[in-house]
C-alpha cells in the first residue's frame, strides 16, 4: 500500500519531504509539492490505513511549531505508487483506492493529466500520442484504458502501452527512493547533573563515536565541532573547536574537547549535552615514494593544545608582523597548515622575480636605512662628540630580546652613565661618546600610543668583562702587537697610561610615556 501526499500552497519551512520522514522510511519525492511513501506495517503504529491517512491530513494542518507545514494536503491510497500520485494531484481530500478499483477513481480524469515523466517519456513524444488520442475520440482515463493493447502497440508503440498501464494504474515499479539529509549532530539528556570532567568524558566519548562514525559512512570529515551544554542552572555553556585541516578520528576529538573543558570548565552541573559538526571533504595527502612521511597532523593539534593549556590560548600559534611602525610589533595567530593551491599560485605569482616584501616590512627598513644614514652622518661630522676611530669596518646591530631595562643618569638630557643588569648580559659604565636624540612616535588616537627618544652610545668599561653569554668582551675581533703598540677592535679598544679602556657601542631608548630607559642592542 503507497500513499500519496500532494501539498497545496507550501510555505518556505519544513519541506514536504521532510514531513512525510516523520511516517515513513520510504520517501520518494516526484515534485517539490508530491510525494509517495510506502505504509506497509505502519498500521501497526497508526492503525488502519483511513486512520493513517486521516493522522496526514491533520498532522500537516497543524502549525510549523509542531512539527506540521501549516497547509492542507491531499492524501490518496492505492496499492499502486502512481495511482496514488494521480488520485493526490487530482483529487481533493483523502481518497482511498483498494486493489484492481484504480479505475473507479482515475477513470474520469482527462488523458492530459496523464503524469507521462513518471514512465520516461518526452514531451514532444506524449504531445504526438494525445494529439493522435484526440482524434480516435479517446478523453478519459477510462476510455484509454479499455482500448486493446495489441492495437494500442501497433500504433503508439511502448510508449503508448506505457502510457496505457498509467492510465489503468497497472504500471509495477519501485519507489526511487529520496535519501535523507545527513545529520552529523546528536545530543543526550542526562539522568543527573554531572559536575567533574571525568564523568563528562565518557558522554563525550559516547556522542563523539556515533559522530565519527557516520562521517566515516559518508566518507566526510570535519574542521569544526560545536558542543553545547545545557546547566543545572538553567544557563548554557558552549566549546567550540576549529581545526586547522578536516579529520574524523575520534580519540584526538576527545582529547581535545577534555582540554577545553579543563581551560574553559562549565560553571555549573551538567545536565544536557549536544555536539554538532560541519561535514566537509577529508584532506587527501599522497607522499612521494623516497619522501620521508612527517608527523601525523593530529599529533600537532594535540600538542598546540596542550601548550596552549599551560602557557594560554594568546602565547600559542606562528608570529605575524602588523602593518605599524612601532618597534617590533607582531601578534601571535593560530597556526594553519597552508594549502599547497595556495602555495603554487603564489610561486606562480612572483614567478617573475623575487617576492614583494609586505608594505610594513619596507617601510621600517625604511625608516631603518634612514637612521643609520643619519647617524654616520652624525658620526662623520668632526664636530660630533662620536666619532669612529676605524671608519673602514661596517657597523651592525644586534639586539637584545627582551631589551635590557636600564637605570640612566642623564645630566641636561644627555645620558651619562648606564646600569642595566639581565639574566645572561650586564651593561654599565660611563658614557664616553653619544649621538642622538632620535624621536619616533605613533598611534596617537589609540589608548596604547608609543613615543620613544633613540640614542647611540659608547660605555667605556675598564678592567671589566662584558657578561655576554659568559664569554669576554675582548676575545672576538682583536689582534694585539707586543711593544706598547696600539690594539685594534671592531668596536673600540685604546691602552692609555692608566692602562686599557674599551668602549662599547649601544642603543638605547627611553619612552616618552612612562620614562623608562632600555637597552635595545650592541653594535658588532
Known amino acids: 500500500?503507497?500513499?500519496?501526499?500532494?501539498?497545496?500552497?507550501?510555505?518556505?519551512?519544513?519541506?514536504?519531504?521532510?514531513?512525510?520522514?516523520?511516517?515513513?522510511?520510504?520517501?520518494?519525492?516526484?515534485?517539490?509539492?508530491?510525494?509517495?511513501?510506502?505504509?506497509?506495517?505502519?498500521?501497526?503504529?497508526?492503525?488502519?490505513?483511513?486512520?493513517?491517512?486521516?493522522?496526514?491530513?491533520?498532522?500537516?494542518?497543524?502549525?510549523?511549531?509542531?512539527?506540521?507545514?501549516?497547509?492542507?494536503?491531499?492524501?490518496?491510497?492505492?496499492?499502486?505508487?502512481?495511482?496514488?500520485?494521480?488520485?493526490?494531484?487530482?483529487?481533493?481530500?483523502?481518497?482511498?483506492?483498494?486493489?484492481?478499483?484504480?479505475?473507479?477513481?482515475?477513470?474520469?480524469?482527462?488523458?492530459?493529466?496523464?503524469?507521462?515523466?513518471?514512465?520516461?517519456?518526452?514531451?514532444?513524444?506524449?504531445?504526438?500520442?494525445?494529439?493522435?488520442?484526440?482524434?480516435?475520440?479517446v478523453r478519459t482515463f477510462k476510455e484509454f484504458a479499455e482500448l486493446p493493447v495489441a492495437g494500442v502497440s501497433e500504433r503508439l508503440g511502448q510508449?503508448?502501452?506505457?502510457?496505457?498501464?498509467?492510465?489503468?494504474?497497472?504500471?509495477?515499479?519501485?519507489?526511487?527512493?529520496?535519501?535523507?539529509?545527513?545529520?552529523?549532530?546528536?545530543?543526550?539528556?542526562?539522568?543527573?547533573?554531572?559536575?567533574?570532567?571525568?564523568?563528562?568524558?565518557?558522554?563525550?566519548?559516547?556522542?563523539?563515536?556515533?559522530?565519527?562514525?557516520?562521517?566515516?559512512?559518508?566518507?566526510?570529515?570535519?574542521?569544526?565541532?560545536?558542543?553545547q551544554m545545557k546547566l543545572e542552572n538553567k544557563s548554557a555553556h558552549e566549546l567550540r573547536l576549529n581545526l586547522p585541516y578536516p579529520m574524523r578520528d575520534q580519540k584526538v576529538f576527545l582529547k581535545l574537547l577534555l582540554l577545553d573543558a579543563e581551560a574553559h570548565p562549565p560553571t555549573a552541573a551538567v545536565v544536557a549535552v549536544s555536539i554538532h559538526c560541519e561535514p566537509v571533504k577529508p584532506r587527501v595527502l599522497q607522499t612521494g615514494l623516497f619522501i620521508p612521511l612527517a608527523p601525523e597532523p593530529a599529533k600537532l593539534e594535540l600538542t598546540l593544545a596542550r601548550l596552549a593549556k599551560l602557557v594560554g590560548l594568546g602565547n600559542v600559534g606562528s608570529p605575524e608582523l602588523l602593518d605599524t611602525h612601532r618597534p617590533d610589533a607582531f601578534r601571535i595567530k593560530r597556526f594553519e597548515l597552508k594549502d599547497k593551491k595556495a602555495k603554487v599560485a603564489k610561486r606562480k605569482k612572483h614567478a617573475g622575480g623575487m617576492p614583494a616584501l609586505p608594505v610594513h616590512s619596507k617601510q621600517q627598513l625604511a625608516n631603518d636605512n634612514a637612521k643609520f644614514q643619519i647617524r654616520n652622518s652624525q658620526c662623520d661630522n668632526p664636530n660630533s662628540k662620536f666619532k669612529i676611530p676605524n671608519p673602514k669596518?661596517?657597523?651592525?646591530?644586534?639586539?637584545?630580546?627582551?631589551?635590557?631595562?636600564?637605570?640612566?643618569?642623564?645630566?641636561?638630557?644627555?645620558?651619562?652613565?648606564?646600569?642595566?643588569?639581565?639574566?645572561?648580559?650586564?651593561?654599565?659604565?660611563?658614557?664616553?661618546?653619544?649621538?642622538?636624540?632620535?624621536?619616533?612616535?605613533?598611534?596617537?588616537?589609540r589608548s596604547d600610543l608609543w613615543a620613544r627618544d633613540e640614542w647611540d652610545v659608547a660605555v667605556e668599561v675598564r678592567g671589566q668583562r662584558s657578561e655576554i653569554r659568559g664569554q669576554r668582551s675582548e676575545a672576538r675581533g682583536q689582534r694585539s702587537e707586543i711593544g706598547g703598540q696600539r690594539l685594534h677592535d671592531s668596536r673600540t679598544k685604546e691602552i692609555g697610561e692608566h692602562g686599557s679602556r674599551l668602549q662599547v657601542i649601544y642603543r638605547i631608548y627611553r619612552e616618552l610615556g612612562s620614562g623608562t630607559w632600555f637597552v635595545e642592542g650592541i653594535y658588532d
Open 393 to 445: 669596518f661596517a657597523l651592525g646591530l644586534r639586539r637584545f630580546r627582551p631589551p635590557l631595562r636600564a637605570i640612566v643618569e642623564a645630566a641636561r638630557g644627555y645620558p651619562t652613565e648606564i646600569n642595566a643588569w639581565g639574566k645572561d648580559r650586564s651593561v654599565y659604565g660611563k658614557v664616553v661618546g653619544l649621538a642622538g636624540p632620535w624621536r619616533t612616535s605613533g598611534e596617537w588616537w
Open 1 to 137: 500500500m503507497f500513499a500519496g501526499i500532494h501539498g497545496q500552497k507550501l510555505s518556505d519551512g519544513l519541506s514536504l519531504a521532510e514531513f512525510a520522514y516523520s511516517f515513513s522510511p520510504f520517501v520518494e519525492e516526484v515534485w517539490p509539492d508530491t510525494v509517495v511513501i510506502d505504509v506497509e506495517g505502519c498500521a501497526l503504529r497508526f492503525g488502519s490505513a483511513y486512520e493513517l491517512a486521516t493522522v496526514i491530513a491533520r498532522q500537516a494542518f497543524a502549525s510549523k511549531q509542531s512539527g506540521g507545514l501549516a497547509a492542507r494536503v491531499n492524501v490518496a491510497l492505492a496499492a499502486n505508487p502512481d495511482a496514488a500520485i494521480h488520485a493526490a494531484r487530482r483529487c481533493q481530500g483523502i481518497t482511498f483506492t483498494a486493489a484492481g478499483e484504480e479505475l473507479t477513481c482515475l477513470g474520469p480524469l482527462l488523458v492530459s493529466a496523464l503524469e507521462y515523466s513518471l514512465v520516461n517519456i518526452e514531451d514532444k513524444r506524449a504531445a504526438e500520442i494525445f494529439e493522435t488520442l484526440r482524434i480516435w475520440g
Open 159 to 227: 510508449d503508448g502501452v506505457h502510457l496505457q498501464q498509467l492510465a489503468a494504474g497497472k504500471t509495477n515499479r519501485h519507489l526511487k527512493l529520496k535519501q535523507a539529509a545527513p545529520v552529523f549532530e546528536n545530543s543526550i539528556e542526562l539522568e543527573y547533573p554531572i559536575a567533574q570532567l571525568e564523568p563528562l568524558s565518557f558522554i563525550f566519548a559516547r556522542l563523539l563515536n556515533q559522530i565519527c562514525a557516520s562521517l566515516q559512512t559518508h566518507a566526510l570529515a570535519t574542521n569544526e565541532l560545536h558542543v
